[in-house]
Every structure is written in C-alpha cells, then in structure tokens.
C-alpha cells in the first residue's frame, strides 16, 4: 500500500443516532447502521440471492460494454472509488482499462478499507494503490504529495449507492466530487433504472428472506450493543416501491402494539421495572422505523440532477433490460 490517509470520519453514535431518530414523527435511523459485521455479510449475501438483480446486472453490463467504456475514459487515468467495498467491480476496471497508474480507495470502515486495498496492492504489484478513509458526505480533500503527478482523475461509485441519497444531496455529492478530483476529471456512475414494480419489489424482499434478516440485524444490534428492550416478533421487515417518490423504502414495522426501551446511564429501577434512566418508543400496530430509501432513475431523470452539478454526461450505457445503467461524467 503506497499511502494510507485517515480522515477520522465520524461513524456517528449509535444510541445518540437511534434516541434522536425514534424521536421524529416518522421514526427513523441511517442506513449507515446496517453495516456491523453481521450486516456487511448479509448485504453480500443479499447481492448472491436470485432476486437481487442489481449487482449481477451491473458486473454483466460492465463486461458487455467495456471495448467502448475503455475507449471512453482513455488511457493512463487515475481512478478514485468513492465508497470501495468488495472490490470485484473494480479489479474488472482495472484489469480493463488501459495503463491504469494510481487507484485510490476510500471507505468509512478503516478496518475493512485496509484489508481490500491491500488485497488489490498485492494483486496489481505494478499499480500505486493507496486508501482514504472519509465519509463521501463531506468535502474530501488529499494533498498533491499523497498521489503525486497525476494526468487525470477518474471518480468510481458503482452499485447505485447514488440512490441511497435525497436528490439534493445527491447533487451535492457530485459536485463535491468534482472539487474534489478537478477540472480535466470524469466519473463512472452506476445507477439502477425505474423498472416493473414487480421486479424492483421482490429485489428487496428476495424469496430466501436474506434481505428481511439484513433488516431486522439492526433490532439485534439495539438489543447486543445498546441493551434495548425491544421483542424482535412484534417487527417485520417491509420494503416496497413508492412510486410517486420514485424510491424503494425499507421499514420495520410493528405488527402489535410495542415498544422499543433504551437504557440511559444511571437511574434507579422503580415499581414497574422502569429505570428512570430509560427511554421508553410506542409504536401502535402498523408504525414503523424506516431504515432506508433507494432511489430509481431515469436516463432524463440523471441528466437533469447532473445538469445542476459542475458535470455533464458524456456516455450512457445500460444492458438488454434497461434495468441498471453506467454513465461516465466529464467536467463541463
């Protein structure tokens, strides 16, 4: 690994998160919670499961079209993968692209961020590979001596977790990124396409119920890591396609009357077997704690929210289906 640059992001507490989330009228918690140990394995398991086209279709539509992404983004570029998780769909760039010189991965969890750019530092022993860790929701900023001359920047953010974002923040994402990488830069974008509501329905609620366990490994977590009150049978797991939004929505929602309690420090036990130290969450029968949204898209749909940032979409590539698309930006 040529350089490691921590930025210290905050990984946010999650009892300040939870406390101040379950406070809202629509009860609610980041999706940046899912990813403990068990989460991180189950969102990979997710990706394997039959219903869960978008990571399969990606890969696919990535080897299809490759002759005419290479040609697009040029040789002897720089990539930048914003958010670098598992590292399949990068190794397929690399392997593809001409004369890569520099990959920089960033990732919130250092942990896991250091174990995969070390494995492509082995893989690619002529490649200058070096890690940031950062959260892509704020401005991202590496000094010239980390990477040294580099002839041109390519932004990597595949799998639609552009989706994950509010459309104003997705803007402001992207023209983040463009500050970040620099005027002659360009940027790879994945984005899963508006689709038969059938087919985006069951992609998050797969037959083999991975993506429901994924769901509920957060009550887990408030119950092992918080010591919540919390009877994980009154909660399921409900995802659907809100299509007036134009976004799937992920929620537990109680199927009883119930409640979720939260310790504080402190406080004496009194007669009903509650702390005052403690934080007591009803939910009546059919509330629910919304855990995630993932947006869809359209071609137009994308090139209006890039026409608000400082890029413009120079190519767009998707597969047979029109299920999921690759778009690569270039700076205007």
Same mark, same amino acid.
């Given at each position: 690994l040529t350089h490691f640059l921590d930025l210290n992001p905050s990984l946010g507490d999650f009892k300040t998160d939870l406390l101040e989330g379950l406070s809202k009228p629509q009860k609610q918690l980041s999706p940046k919670y899912f990813y403990d140990e068990t989460g991180s394995q189950l969102f990979f398991d997710i990706t394997q499961t039959k +219903? @869960? @086209?978008? *990571?399969?279709?990606e890969l696919s539509l990535m080897r299809k079209n490759m002759p005419q992404i290479k040609a697009a983004v040029g040789p002897e570029v720089a990539i930048f993968e914003y958010g670098s998780g598992a590292s399949e769909k990068i190794k397929l760039l690399l392997q593809s692209l001409e004369n890569v010189k520099t990959y920089v991965a960033m990732d919130i969890s250092r942990d896991y961020l250091l174990e995969s750019a070390q494995t492509i530092a082995r893989e690619y022993p002529d490649l !200058?590979? !070096?890690?940031?860790?950062? +959260? =892509?929701?704020?401005?991202?900023? =590496?000094?010239? !001596? =980390?990477?040294?001359?580099?002839?041109?920047? *390519?932004? @990597?953010?595949?799998?639609? *977790?552009?989706?994950? =974002?509010?459309?104003?923040?997705?803007? %402001?994402?992207l023209t983040r990124a463009s500050d970040s990488l620099g005027s002659d830069a360009q940027f790879l974008l994945g984005f899963d396409l508006i689709k038969d509501e059938k087919i985006l329905n069951a992609a998050y609620n797969d037959g083999e119920g991975v993506t429901a366990a994924f769901n509920l490994n957060l009550l887990k977590r408030m119950q092992t890591e918080l010591g919540a009150k919390v009877t994980l049978d009154d909660f399921v797991h409900d995802a659907f396609y809100n299509r007036a939004e134009g976004r799937i929505e992920m929620h537990l929602r109680a199927i009883k009357n119930t409640e979720i309690v939260i310790p504080q420090k402190g406080g004496a036990i009194g007669k009903a077997g509650m702390s005052d &130290?403690?934080? %007591?969450?009803?939910?009546?029968? &059919?509330?629910?704690?919304?855990?995630?949204? !993932? @947006?869809?898209y359209t071609r137009e749909i994308m090139e209006e929210m890039v026409a608000r940032t400082p890029w413009r979409m120079s190519h767009f590539w998707t597969d047979e289906n029109n299920w999921f698309a690759l778009c690569l930006l270039c700076n205007k």
């Open positions: +219903d @869960y @086209y978008p *990571t399969r279709t !200058s590979v !070096s890690a940031v860790c950062a +959260d =892509f929701n704020h401005p991202i900023e =590496f000094p010239v !001596s =980390f990477h040294g001359e580099v002839k041109k920047w *390519t932004g @990597y953010f595949p799998g639609s *977790t552009i989706g994950n =974002f509010p459309a104003g923040a997705a803007t %402001q994402f &130290g403690e934080k %007591q969450f009803s939910f009546a029968a &059919g509330e629910s704690l919304h855990t995630e949204f !993932s @947006y869809k």
